[in-house]
């Protein structure tokens, strides 16, 4: 028996258990909670990446663009809702532990709006509704990579989150997929260019993580996720951010060794990657704060890629 305001004598939500919660609520709002178990910010992030990995493929002999529009809007489709799919059965796996951090607590399944089994449901039909999409309008090597992003990204990553920091490496695999992806759709194989465009988001969110969990490192170490700096120390989590930033220069700029671009982008990438990496360094300056630190390396990362992105479009175009 469902309870209601007038029964229990509550003036307000706050009394009311989840499933009570569920029933008052607006279809409208219940979509809505849906849908933010997709992340739809780092959907958009990854179907940016994947049409950039679409248009940097190799044109037809008459320079023609080698996919069909109707086949390149289904791949996209296909990918986000690959994404959607991971990020969903993401979010039902951690429903308890997202309770426990300030960042995570007012998501849907953490407050109950939704149920579990419901969200399950939703993940799990985004999956295979993405590898049918995938299937149909691309090739073998696109939708294979698809499903492992989302396999991986939820049966290994997710776990591992909770037993080793070096869930940081695991989860950046299926984060760097979409360029990939959206290479092999045009191309219907994997190559070195392809492999560059994983290679450059990859390691990318290294430090990119690495400046999320300084931030965040009470929240993670009260929902028992393993970090660097939480399991490791500050220390550690900065050589390690700067290593991962030594390396990401000349990963970017193998995009021009391999022929994808020119040196006008090369250019960009150069002077990009020397910037983030002072900043990664500027960890080691006596005095700074860890969280300062933090907080300006995050804030770098987030400006460092679509700086790299529209230096490689201008080249591209140009």
């Avoid at 023609?64 to 791949?75: D, E, H, I, M, R």
């Avoid at 969903?88 to 426990?100: C, H, I, K, Q, V």
């Avoid at 939708?143 to 997710?158: D, E, K, Q, R």
């Avoid at 250019?267 to 630190?293: E, Q, Y």
Wanted: aromatic content about 10%; overall charge positive.
């Amino acid at each position: 028996m469902s309870l209601s305001l007038e029964s229990t004598g509550s003036n307000s939500l706050e009394d009311l258990g989840p499933r009570d919660l569920r029933r008052k609520r607006s279809p409208i709002s219940v979509v809505r909670d849906y849908v933010e178990l997709t992340k739809p910010a780092i959907n958009r992030m990854c179907l940016l990446m994947t049409a950039g990995g679409m248009f940097l493929a190799p044109r037809a002999a008459d320079g023609a663009f080698p996919l069909p529009v109707g086949s390149a809007l289904l791949a996209l489709l296909g990918t986000a809702l690959a994404v959607a799919s991971a990020n969903a059965l993401n979010m039902w796996l951690e429903r308890d532990t997202d309770r426990l951090m300030r960042r995570t607590k007012e998501r849907p399944l953490a407050e109950g709006r939704i149920s579990a089994s419901g969200a399950f449901y939703f993940g799990l039909a985004l999956g295979l509704v993405s590898v049918l999409v995938l299937a149909i309008s691309t090739n073998l090597a696109t939708t294979l990579t698809g499903l492992f992003a989302i396999v991986s990204y939820v049966a290994i990553y997710t776990p591992l989150k909770y037993v080793h920091p070096l869930a940081l490496v695991v989860g950046a695999i299926p984060g760097a997929v979409p360029p990939l992806m959206g290479w092999t759709a045009v191309t219907g194989h994997f190559d070195l260019p392809g492999l560059v465009l994983f290679a450059v988001l990859f390691v990318w969110q290294m430090p990119h993580f690495i400046a999320i969990s300084v931030v965040r490192r009470r929240d993670y170490d009260a929902a028992g996720i393993r970090t660097v700096p939480g399991l490791r120390g500050m220390v550690v989590a900065r050589w390690q951010a700067l290593a991962w930033a030594l390396l990401l220069t000349p990963t970017s700029l193998a995009l021009v060794w391999t022929g994808v671009s020119g040196w006008l982008y090369g250019t960009f990438a150069l002077v990009a990657g020397l910037a983030f990496l002072a900043m990664t360094a500027s960890g080691f300056k006596r005095g700074i704060a860890d969280n300062r630190w933090g907080q300006r390396l995050f804030v770098a990362s987030i400006i460092y890629l679509p700086v790299l992105i529209t230096g490689l479009a201008i080249d591209v175009l140009l």
